[in-house]
């Protein structure tokens, strides 16, 4: 039993919520770009929160039911239908086996999640599903969805159709203000860049990625043009030479040798992976204690959502 | 010792300024006392050079008590501790067409072709840290006057195989990736096959020799000049 890939769109990648403690033989996390809407999917399919599910880049995707079951689409506002019949996002939809279900490209945001009652079967790498491209790993044969591809699935057993309320639903915008951690070599950067640093837009450039978010804008100095290679956390800001800086995901090298002015909150790194190139990104400082702050702040919040019951 | 943040859920230790095999033992030595001084806690660690990167769980702990943890366990270190290790060699094809780097390397550091192979070659290196990419071992340390600063702008694909200089260190990468270190020849060895047990031909410690061969070797030792 599956759901078969008409159209793999862009970039559909196969991810569960990532691949841990494998840093010591170069292995990254890849994982979803955007949790939030991740994990949200999941929890409207009343499924493990980690359960594997498809991230959709930019959108185009088309897909065939081989099963009864329910799905769900989260994240960036890519149209859904099923057979050709509009339905609404944040939404647990029943399928019957031989309908089609089409994501059209994104009007706002870049990711969105195509979860499946139960998540989908694939069998584990390193501990993970998640599927890192550059690896070769996880997913399908470490690679990207491709016409054809069979993703094994159960038949979904009976349950609600939950939504998420319109007004607990995140709005992608094409700005997103990204608070810093100042670290690493935070010292390197004078008085003067830093401030260059806050005080600036920055525009998200061509490439792009899930390794990383290559700004453009006000170049920034460092007083070092490289350093002995050091584990690099996710979100890690590195100033290469040419002064434009990089946000490194999920899909990230774990070990690297350029500066870093500090690191992106995992919650703002979910914001600015929802921009296309051409968005706009704001740093703000913030402190580690607030960073921590802001994370059980984010998961309280999460957890007074409410989901509500629609009759399909 | 200096403890530096890193990230929401990451502090950094450094526990020396250079690459010597002191600093790799004391990193090493490190690694062990902070997987035990955390527990559950820990998430991931990623050894290198001179530093240990230490991810943590930030829905169960934070900064300060980890901060703590780490002062605490890193003072009860005692010094020394040498790192055994094996030989391994590794093959290299040198050339202009496997290493598109290797001309202007040689121009800048005001030697031959020939002679950037034989000081790259000469070496025994020490693996010190393996990251960026499932496989990818940094080893040092190149000969000084075959140094050279990374590039400006990093390339967004380098060939698998491809054996490249940044600064004092030397590597041969695993996959296909974005990179920007100098290219100077190609390797046929994997450095990853998660098929193969063991996954990696080496491992943190290990030594390693680069021992040049020919186009002809190169190819039927099964390498791609793709």
């Not at chain 1, 292995?27 to 991230?55: H, I, K, M, W």
């Not at chain 1, 996880?138 to 309320?165: A, E, F, I, N, T």
């Not at chain 2, 094996?86 to 290299?92: C, G, I, K, S």
């Not at chain 2, 296909?176 to 080496?202: E, H, Y």
């Amino acid at each position: 039993m599956s759901i078969e890939v008409i159209r793999p769109g862009v970039l559909s990648l196969l991810q569960d919520s990532g691949r841990f403690g494998q840093h010591r033989i170069g292995l990254t996390n890849g994982g979803p770009l955007d949790p939030e809407a991740f994990y949200c999917c999941n929890r409207l399919l009343q499924n493990e929160p980690a359960s594997t599910a498809v991230e959709i880049s930019f959108g185009g995707a088309r897909f065939r039911a081989a099963v009864d079951t329910y799905i769900c689409v989260t994240g960036a506002g890519m149209p859904l239908t099923i057979n050709d019949a509009e339905k609404p996002l944040w939404t647990v939809h029943p399928v019957k086996a031989g309908d089609e279900i089409a994501l059209d490209f994104a009007l706002h945001g870049c990711r969105s999640y195509l979860g499946v009652a139960g998540g989908f079967r694939i069998e584990p790498t390193f501990g993970s599903t998640a599927t890192v491209m550059r690896e070769h790993i996880g997913g399908l044969d470490g690679d990207k969805l491709q016409p054809g591809d069979l993703l094994p699935c159960d038949r979904g057993s009976q349950r609600k159709c939950l939504y998420l309320p319109a007004n607990h639903q995140p709005h992608y915008q094409d700005m997103v203000t990204v608070r810093v951690i100042p670290g690493y070599q935070q010292a390197h950067f004078s008085r003067l860049q830093q401030r260059r640093f806050f005080s600036h837009t920055y525009t998200v450039s061509d490439r792009c990625d899930r390794m990383g978010y290559r700004l453009e804008g006000p170049a920034i100095a460092c007083d070092i043009d490289g350093i002995l290679s050091e584990g690099i956390c996710f979100g890690a800001i590195q100033i290469p030479a040419d002064g434009q800086p990089i946000v490194l995901l999920n899909d990230r090298q774990t070990i690297g040798g350029y500066p870093k002015i500090g690191s992106a909150l995992s919650l703002d790194a979910a914001r600015l992976s929802q921009l296309q190139p051409g968005g706009t990104v704001h740093f703000a400082p913030i402190s580690p204690h607030g960073a921590h702050n802001a994370l059980h702040f984010a998961q309280s919040v999460t957890n007074l959502q409410t989901l509500l019951e629609h009759k399909p | 010792m200096e403890l530096q943040s890193a990230g929401e859920n990451a502090l950094i230790l450094y526990l020396g300024e250079q690459v010597s095999p002191e600093v790799a033992a004391r990193v090493h030595a490190a690694s062990a006392a902070v997987e035990a001084a955390l527990g559950d806690d820990l998430v991931d660690l990623v050894p290198s050079y001179a530093s240990l990167l230490v991810i943590y769980d930030p829905m169960r702990t934070d900064h300060l008590s980890v901060g703590h943890r780490l002062r605490a366990a890193i003072n009860e270190l005692s010094d020394s501790e040498s790192l055994a290790g094996r030989t391994v060699v590794l093959p290299v094809y040198y050339a202009p067409e496997s290493g598109a780097d290797l001309e202007s390397l040689a121009e800048r550091a005001g030697l031959s072709v020939d002679e950037v192979v034989s000081l790259h070659s000469a070496v025994e290196y020490r693996v010190y840290a393996i990251g960026f990419a499932p496989g990818f071992a940094y080893l040092g340390q190149v000969d000084e006057r075959i140094a050279a600063p990374r590039l400006s702008t990093p390339r967004l694909k380098v060939p698998r195989g491809a054996v490249a200089i940044a600064d004092r260190q030397t590597a041969v990468y695993p996959a296909v990736s974005p990179g920007g270190w100098n290219l100077i020849g190609r390797c046929p060895t994997r450095m990853f096959d998660p098929g193969a047990k063991p996954t990696m031909p080496v491992a943190v410690g290990d030594r390693v020799r680069f021992e040049a061969i020919s186009r002809d070797r190169f190819l039927a030792l099964g390498g791609e000049l793709a």
